[in-house]
């Protein structure tokens, strides 16, 4: 068995409607359809050397490894809760229960540095780390890999860093694209996106796939300059970015994808691209939010910079002298929650942590705010209400609250530390929370109770451990200047107070009960709460929740149709996967760790199916199970594959005919087929639409335009920016 058995409940029920023969699945070694040795050193050859056959970094630790050196091995062990360190090895990643935790290291008597007693029995293996890795460092390496790996049917990764939460840029039996040495940093002081009809030009930076937030950000300050980037300082530019992209300047100058000017792209099929609003537009709206690893594998990316502002950054930590202080505990975090709305307007963004025992001794809150360019006092000012109650409830709490000012930004920065990685099983709970939702203080109180720590760190609030809750107070509120449509995370993200985070740990080798009881926990007793106190948001897709239901909903919303079709024009032989990506629905990862077709999978398999004959999610959080458990009768239905039947279910729409919906866009392939559709419950009845794109019906009806129907052409009157696109 190739993955930990706390994925196996995943696995497996993905694995549940599928039948799929080998010939549906990726190769891998020891099949017959593996490349031989002479192909893979004809390939090596194509590269001209850059292919690496990896070892896992920290087989030098097993006495049974023949490249076993204790000294070596003790540089791993300092170095491996550092993501920098993970970012420099070609397979390392920062989350290793997704190489099914195969070669941690070890201390001399056989324990795991993450604390598995067993590990140095167990061995190091490969895992699910990946077969061979692309040392790429120019655009022919990424296209010759890309077309290579599709014309042998082998699972392309696409590395960086190596951050991603839900194990993305690992892949059992995988060939590797390693993006690390693309190393250009540039200051730009006049950009201008090519071939755009744009007036003016743009401060801006252009950064190499291989860049990391911290590497920009220093090379900025050179130019009294910032580009936005993550509050972390190892995590890479563009898988970051590609997903939407928080930090700690995201409020006030737009997350990483808003700041997205232009990018170079090898597509799956070796084309080498532009994409910015006036080339590619589909796919630079695509990789403005709709996640990386997906569409293609970038090569660099043009960014907005911005003057240096000068920068104060707050500190705020609040602790309970008692352990026994939960009331007051929950009622003030209700409060502070209730001021932030307050607190952002007056120019405070950061993050925040809700902790307790044992990772505190006591219930604490902390948080670290930054103001920008904010005159002297601003801080007094916002924190006068807040430090009143904290002095009427002193009996409760201890606190203190600092600040300092610096002339620029990368002054407070580059003091910034990486968060600890790699230290053992870690399962995550994500909801973005609008101000309105965390607004009555009784009720946040009530829900952060139940879903945070408790008192006693030997009776947890989880089936292991407490949970951590940290809020991340940094969604830009307002659209960008620059190319406001070309955006494709949650439009959620504009009406977020905070992006949520709840986290529950775990340390290697405790039992996959255990283990599986943590992640079912998140999903269903932590992250549910917050979906319930904020329905109308989503989560964010590079923080999420590996189990994530109905996730094409919560990460894009509105936009995964179209993302769904951008994927399929550039990816049309699905090369490229990852979890929860858009179009990952056509492949199951199964629970030998093989990547296979789902059978009966829109347009592969028209076979019928009836829905209450499955109680699983099985495509990846689609929401089967939920339609049955709702009364839905979906009989017939061949698989929509989106969200889009649940979607009207919680609409109260009914709709009357099943369509076959073949082409994951529902509306576009009635309508080619000039399927009509059927009265909803609503009694209005819709024509067939002409054509186009199928992604903006919504959007026309909210503006009230009256799109023509007949020839797919005819799309009535322009209404700016959105039709820019097709007007093209
Ligand atoms: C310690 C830590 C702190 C974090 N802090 C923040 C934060 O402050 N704000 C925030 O928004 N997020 C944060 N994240 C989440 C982070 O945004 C994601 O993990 C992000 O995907 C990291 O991108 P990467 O390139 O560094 O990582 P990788 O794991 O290397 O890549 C992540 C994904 O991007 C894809 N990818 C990477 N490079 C390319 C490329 N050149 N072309 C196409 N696809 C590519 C990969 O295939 C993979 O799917 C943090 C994560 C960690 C582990």
């Known amino acids: 068995m190739r993955y930990l058995s706390a994925f196996i409940s995943y696995l ?26 002479s192909d893979w050193d004809a390939f090596n050859t194509s590269l001209s050397g850059a292919l690496i ?99 042998k049917n082998v699972r392309v990764v696409v590395k960086n860093t190596g951050h991603s939460f839900p194990g993305r840029s690992v892949g059992y039996g995988s060939l590797s694209i390693w993006t690390h040495n693309f190393r250009a940093i540039e200051y730009i002081n006049d950009f201008k996106p090519i071939s755009c009809p744009i007036n003016g030009t743009q401060r801006a930076a252009r950064l190499a796939a291989g860049i990391t937030g911290v590497e920009a950000q220093a090379e900025m300050a050179k130019h009294d300059s910032i580009v936005v980037i993550g509050g972390n300082p190892s995590v890479g530019l563009v898988g970051w970015l590609t997903g939407g992209g928080h930090g700690a ?119 670290g705010f930054y103001l920008y360019d904010k005159p002297n006092g601003t801080v ?70 139940e879903i945070g720590p408790s008192n006693d760190p030997l009776k947890p609030n989880g089936p292991f451990s407490n949970p951590v809750l940290l809020g991340h107070m940094i969604a830009s509120p307002n659209e960008p200047s620059y190319y406001p449509d070309a955006v494709s995370f949650h439009p959620a993200w504009r009406k977020t107070l905070a992006h949520f985070i709840v986290v529950e740990g775990w340390p290697e080798g405790v039992a996959p009960e255990i283990i599986r009881s943590v992640y079912t926990d998140i999903t269903s007793n932590k992250t549910e709460p917050l979906r319930k106190l904020a329905p109308d948001t989503g989560a964010y897709f590079n923080e999420c929740d590996s189990f994530e239901p109905e996730w094409q909903t919560a990460f894009f919303g509105p936009h995964y149709r179209r993302l769904r079709q951008i994927k399929e024009k550039y990816d049309p032989g699905a090369i490229l996967w990852c979890r929860r990506c858009v179009g990952s629905e056509v492949y199951t990862e199964q629970e030998d760790g093989r990547l296979c077709r789902v059978k009966g999978y829109g347009p592969r398999d028209r076979e019928k199916r009836v829905w209450g004959d499955y109680s699983e999610d099985v495509s990846a959080g689609s929401g089967w199970g939920k339609r049955k458990e709702s009364g839905w009768n979906h009989k017939a239905i061949e698989d929509v594959n989106e969200n889009d039947w649940h979607k009207r279910a919680e609409d109260g729409n009914e709709w009357k005919n099943a369509i076959d919906a073949v082409d994951g866009n529902p509306w576009h392939g009635r309508s080619e087929e000039g399927h009509s559709w059927a009265r909803r419950s609503d009694g209005e009845e819709r024509q067939i639409w002409s054509a186009g794109d199928g992604n903006e019906w919504g959007k026309r009806e909210a503006q009230g335009q009256n799109w023509s129907p007949g020839d797919g052409q005819n799309w009535g009157p322009a209404v700016g920016a959105e039709d820019m696109e097709r007007a093209n």
Not at 129 to 150: D, F, I, M, Q, R
Not at 343 to 350: D, N, P, S, V
Not at 399 to 410: D, I, M, R, V
């Open 249 to 367: 300047l995201s409020t006030t100058y737009g997350m990483g994808a808003d700041n997205l000017l232009e990018a170079t792209i090898v597509t799956p099929t070796g084309e080498i691209l532009t994409a910015n609003p006036c080339q590619n537009s589909d796919l630079f709206f695509a990789i403005r939010g709709g996640g990386g690893g997906t569409y293609g594998v970038v090569l660099e990316v043009v960014v907005k910079a911005y003057s240096t502002p000068q920068t104060t950054f707050h500190t705020l930590a609040i602790g309970s002298p008692a352990p026994n202080v939960s009331k007051e505990y929950w009622d003030l975090i209700g409060f502070l929650h209730a001021e932030m709305p307050r607190l952002k307007a007056g120019g405070m963004q950061g993050y925040y942590f809700i902790v307790g025992p044992p990772a505190t001794p006591t219930y604490s809150f902390l948080w």
């Open 380 to 449: 007094e000012a916002l924190m006068a209400p807040i430090e009143a109650r904290l002095k009427k409830d002193a009996a409760f709490f201890t606190y203190q609250s600092n600040h300092t000012t610096a002339p620029t930004f990368w002054d407070v920065f580059k003091e910034s530390q990486n968060e600890l990685v790699a230290t053992g099983g870690a399962a995550y709970g994500s909801r973005l929370l609008s101000p309105e939702s965390l607004g009555d203080s009784e009720r946040t109180a009530k829900v952060f109770k």
């Open 53 to 151: 056959q990896p070892i896992p970094p920290a087989s030098v630790c097993y006495p049974s490894q023949h490249n076993h050196n204790e000294e070596a091995c003790s540089i791993i062990r300092s170095q491996w809760f550092n993501s920098s360190w993970h970012a420099q090895d070609p397979i390392s990643i920062d989350y290793p229960i997704w190489a099914n935790n195969s070669c941690n290291p070890i201390f001399p008597n056989g324990t795991s540095v993450t604390g598995d007693p067993d590990a140095g029995k167990k061995g190091c293996s490969l895992g699910n780390y990946p077969v061979y890795v692309v040392n790429a460092t120019s655009a022919e390496h990424v296209a010759e890999a890309l077309k290579w790996a599709g014309s």
């Open 12 to 37: 497996s029920s993905s694995s549940i409607l599928v039948s799929a023969s080998r010939s549906d699945c990726k190769c891998y070694p020891n099949d017959a359809c593996w490349p031989s040795k």
